[in-house]
């Protein structure tokens, strides 16, 4: 019976090398539940974009859309927080940021607006101040991540960021530039990203969590309904100050912990109910940033040409085809041809716009000379370090 470590007296002779090198190293694996939940989400993202062109005396819709709106930002912030943890001022890290929100955010505001003149507006104004529909989100992300070594330094991050949200509810004046109202009005549910953990998610996968969640939901289903002829949808946006909407400013910070708390009930069920295992549309969670860039200008030319004032989309049949469509449409731009034919504009290298990092080279030596050298056993799978990414 031979061993790879021979006995030699009180001693153990290692074996040869390259044996050792021979042995599996770790892999990193995209975390499924993650891809999935991504997926998921933009997808609802989508459906919401589709419903909110359908709410003028449909209660029914409107009720699912505040529901909706209530927790699939929400969701999709928490996610891109959690995976922004290990970001810093790095030069590395600068040039993702810069690569992967700053130029997406400046050629897709180019082409939204030479969509509208084509469509609509020959006279549309071009303006990096002001977010073109969905795009305010890539101006929140870059804010955010740029701010993120502040919240992983302070003491009480969640609620600093729930104190700024509250004071940016009650002041009109911060006007529209970058869309700052929602910048800092969902500023605690990334913050809340940064702080969570592993665990916290293994809590809401359980199933005693998703059996929860059915209760939940249903509740806030009947809450949505009867909120319907009481309160402002322009709530659910956070893009406003509470006095803009009609109510008295002192109602901003009431208004801002009421919603928090029910995004992160409900942002809590939706995790609950995403699928751990791969799926069919787990791979598709790479793309989300694609989906969600390409799916508006469908949904703004169909709002140019009054496509959603078709009688048919009046009609309960017309309602769940629109659904389904807008799923369709978000699923395929989430696609590898569609990834592999806009990578250059959607996630774009730019090696030649920046300077040499100085410490690559070394760190490139450093890991091939950890390479040569002889590793222990390690498990098979690591997790996989996707902070590097726009996650939306």
């Known amino acids: 019976m031979t061993s790879s470590l021979r006995s030699h007296g009180d001693r153990k002779t290692p074996s040869p090398p390259d044996q050792q090198t021979q042995r599996p190293q770790p892999s990193r694996q995209r975390d499924a539940f993650f891809d999935n939940a991504k997926y998921l989400a933009i997808v609802l993202v989508g459906i919401g974009h589709a419903w909110g062109q359908i709410l003028d005396g449909n209660r029914t819709v409107e009720t699912l859309y505040r529901v909706l709106y209530t927790f699939h930002m929400p969701a999709f912030i928490v996610i891109s927080g959690y995976f922004s943890r290990s970001f810093d001022l790095s030069p590395r890290r600068v040039k993702r940021l810069i690569t992967g929100v700053a130029v997406p955010y400046v050629v897709f505001e180019i082409a939204y607006t030479l969509h509208r003149r084509a469509s609509e507006d020959p006279q549309s104004d071009f303006s990096l101040l002001d977010p073109t529909y969905l795009l305010w989100f890539l101006c929140a992300l870059f804010v955010w991540r740029l701010t993120t070594p502040i919240w992983q330094t302070i003491r009480w991050p969640l609620p600093i960021s729930l104190a700024i949200a509250g004071l940016a509810s009650v002041t009109p004046s911060i006007g529209n530039d970058l869309n700052m109202q929602r910048v800092l009005q969902f500023l605690p549910c990334f913050v809340l990203g940064l702080v969570l953990r592993p665990e916290h998610f293994r809590l809401v ?14 509740a806030a289903v009947a809450v949505a309904w009867w909120s319907v002829p009481r309160m402002e949808t322009g709530w659910f946006y956070r893009n406003a100050a509470m006095t803009d909407t009609g109510l008295p400013w002192w109602s901003g910070a009431i208004v801002t912990i009421a919603l928090f708390g029910c995004s992160v009930v409900l942002t809590a069920c939706f995790f609950a109910w995403v699928p751990g295992r791969r799926m ?41 085809g629109l659904t389904v469509l807008g799923a369709a449409v978000v699923t395929l731009f989430c696609t590898k041809p569609v990834q592999r034919a806009l990578r250059f504009v959607v996630e774009p290298k730019m090696d030649w716009a920046f300077r040499s990092d100085p ?34």
């Not at 996968?205 to 249903?218: G, K, L, S, T």
């Not at 969670?285 to 989309?313: C, M, N, R």
């Not at 390479?371 to 990414?389: L, M, N, V």
């Open 205 to 218: 996968r359980r199933r005693a969590a998703r059996i929860a969640a059915v209760p939940v939901v249903a």
């Open 280 to 320: 069919w549309f787990t791979a598709l969670g790479a793309g989300t940033i694609y989906g969600y860039l390409l799916h508006g200008f469908l949904v703004k030319e169909g709002s140019y040409t009054d496509w959603f004032k078709q009688p048919l989309l009046d009609q309960p049949l017309g309602e769940i």
């Open 359 to 392: 410490g690559a080279a070394a760190r490139g030596r450093g890991e091939q000379e950890s390479k040569a050298q002889p590793r222990p056993a390690a498990p098979a799978a690591a997790p996989s370090r996707e902070g590097e990414k726009v996650s939306v």
